[in-house]
């Protein structure tokens, strides 16, 4: 993908690494990619972020013309919700205590034996539409040219909000 537009960026020093957050043009979520100064510098990165606050390092971002270049990728992830679920206080649902023939009676027969497991899969896929410099506008990019940002070599990401965090991890096959 490539876009010229003007992202929220900065430059982290104390992580060894460039900020960028490219928002999703259907929700009101964006992607916060940590990209490494280094080619090999992803699990340098990833130990300083463990050790970081991800709204923080949003508050840094600050508006700017560029001119990103990302690789098209896709990411599946299958996450187990029994943990989670028993942890909200529905661990009844794994016990022979529920009869979830009533719930799903047209499905299950009299006897269902009880929950095993729940999985949810999740799949993020980045297409190659980009963009073009058009959509905003203002007189200091007349005279400012854009900073290339060329996504190459493995980075870190989070997609998210203000408020939530709804998935993390990194591209290492690019």
């Known amino acids: 993908m490539f ?5 929220r960026y900065a430059e982290a020093p104390a992580l060894d ?6 928002p999703f043009a259907t929700a009101d979520l964006r992607l916060l990619i940590a990209y490494p100064n280094r080619a090999d510098g992803l699990a340098h ?12 390092l949003r508050g840094q971002l600050q508006e700017r013309k560029v001119a990103l270049t990302l ?19 529905l661990a009844k649902l794994f016990t022979s205590e529920i009869q979830l023939s009533e719930v799903f009676s047209s499905i299950l027969a009299s006897s269902a034996p009880p ?7 999740s ?15 203002s007189f200091g990019d007349l005279f400012r040219r854009a900073l290339p940002l060329v996504i190459n070599h493995p980075f870190f990401y ?11 991890g990194h591209i290492v096959d690019i």
Not at 3 to 7: F, K, L
Not at 48 to 54: G, N
Not at 115 to 121: F, M, P, R, T, W
Request: no cysteine; proline share 1%; glycine share 10%.
């Open 3 to 7: 876009g010229q537009h003007r992202y």
């Open 17 to 22: 690494a460039q900020l960028i957050e490219v």
């Open 45 to 56: 990165l990833e130990r300083k972020l463990a050790q970081s606050d991800l709204q923080q």
């Open 71 to 89: 690789p098209k990728f896709k990411v599946l992830v299958h996450s187990a919700l029994d943990g989670v679920l028993k942890e909200l206080g």
């Open 115 to 121: 929950l095993g497991a729940v999985v949810q899969s």
């Open 123 to 137: 799949l993020l896929e980045l297409q190659e539409e980009g963009g073009d410099a058009g959509d905003s506008f």
């Open 158 to 168: 989070a997609i998210g909000n203000e408020k939530t965090l709804l998935l993390a």
